[in-house]
Structures are given as structure tokens and as C-alpha cells.
């Protein structure tokens, strides 16, 4: 089983707007970008494609962003499609009719090419179980599967729980003897063994994915 390919579509009426997002999605794995210059297009589109996320400008010529995502949204297939809309409005005062219409999120303009990343990217990991550990690499939540540049990575069933617990727990430090209770319940749980595991999960991924916390425990780094 290999990672789903997810699609994003990207709505503004502004060309370079589209360029710019494009741009920084296109480094997301396992991704389709799909572009539409009009609200009118991008309802066409989604009962088209049904893509996962929708990048919807608010303001533009005809049918605005609001009345697009309420018609997306009202169709039952196409009611979980996140929407997130992209205004140069401050936040707080399109909250209210993001709300009515169904929209989920709201990215700032001009766009932070970061913010937009991340926030994207989070997005697609809630929806498939399909986590993007960087360089190639992804996990399947479901299918308890690595692959690395689309290729399966066999794992011991302690590597998978050692690994889905820092993954659980990304970017915080997880201490040793939490991560010795999980790997305890199939097999070996000392201290020796667990480094032994780190040892072959950075093997078969890449160094700077596991940091270590001398004394204190370990770090997934995403």
C-alpha cells in the first residue's frame, strides 16, 4: 500500500498569487495541484476532482470565495474538503461568515510561504494517516508501513511502536523509561535494546530525524 496521492486545489483570480502557492506546495509529497482563476471554476473543478484541500481567495470577479465554498460544501460528497481561505482581511473579521459558509481555516496576505506549507501539510497528515517525515519518507498510520522514496521499508513490530510514539509525540521530548514501557509490550526493554532500535530506525531513515537528549530521552524532529 503506498502513500494516497492528495489533491489541492488552488483558487485566485490573481496569476502570480497562483504561481506563488504553487511553488511552495509542489515540495509536498504525493500531491496534485490543481488551479482555478474564478469561483465559478473552482466548484466546477471540485465536483470534478474532489480534491482534499481548497486554497479559496475571498475576493474576486463574479462568485467571491464565501459563495464557491458554500456551494462546495453543501454537496455531500465534497463536505469534509477542508477550505481554507486566503484574504488580506484581518482574521477576526471574516471568522463570522467563514462560519456560516463552512470554511475551515484562514491564511493572511500577502502569503507566508512557511505558514503555507506547514499549515497545508498538517492538514493533509489528519486526513489520510499518511505522515510525511521529510526526505522521502512517509509513514502509514493504517498499514503500519514505511516507505522511503516509495519504496517499503521493512520494520520490526518494536521499531513500529517505538517509531509511532515519537511520531505521536513529534517534536517534544519523549523520556526513557515512557519509551521502554511501549516497546515492552513486544519484547526486549532495556535500555540497551532501545538504543539499538534508534540505531536501526536512523538507519533505515535518516540521522537528523531522531534526536538524542543525553540522560533524558529522545526527539522526532519534524
Sequence with gaps: MKPVLQKILIVDDDDETRLLVARVLVKLSFVELLEADSGEKAVQIARAEEPNIIL?????????????????????????????????????EIDDKMIQVGGDDVLRKPVDASELYFRVRNYLLNQDG????????????????????????????????????????????????????????????????????????????????IKTYSSIGYQLVL
Excluded at 475576493?59 to 463536505?79: N, T
Excluded at 511502536?161 to 513486544?186: C, F, G, T
Design 56 to 92: 479559496m481567495d475571498i475576493l474576486m470577479p463574479g462568485m467571491d470565495g464565501y459563495e464557491a465554498c458554500r456551494r462546495i460544501k453543501s454537496e455531500p460528497r465534497l463536505a469534509d474538503t477542508i477550505v481554507i481561505f486566503m484574504s488580506a482581511v484581518n482574521k477576526t
Design 130 to 209: 499518511t505522515i510525511d517525515l521529510g526526505k522521502g519518507l512517509h509513514y502509514l498510520v493504517n498499514g503500519k508501513s514505511l516507505y522511503k522514496n516509495n519504496r517499503l521499508i521493512p520494520l520490526m513490530l518494536q521499531e513500529v511502536l517505538l517509531l509511532e510514539a515519537l511520531i505521536h509525540y513529534k517534536n517534544r521530548v519523549v523520556p526513557y523509561d515512557q519509551l521502554l514501557q511501549i516497546i515492552s509490550k513486544n519484547g526486549d526493554s532495556t535500555i540497551a535494546n532501545l538504543r539499538t532500535l534508534i540505531k536501526l530506525l536512523r538507519a533505515k531513515t535518516y540521522k537528523e530525524l
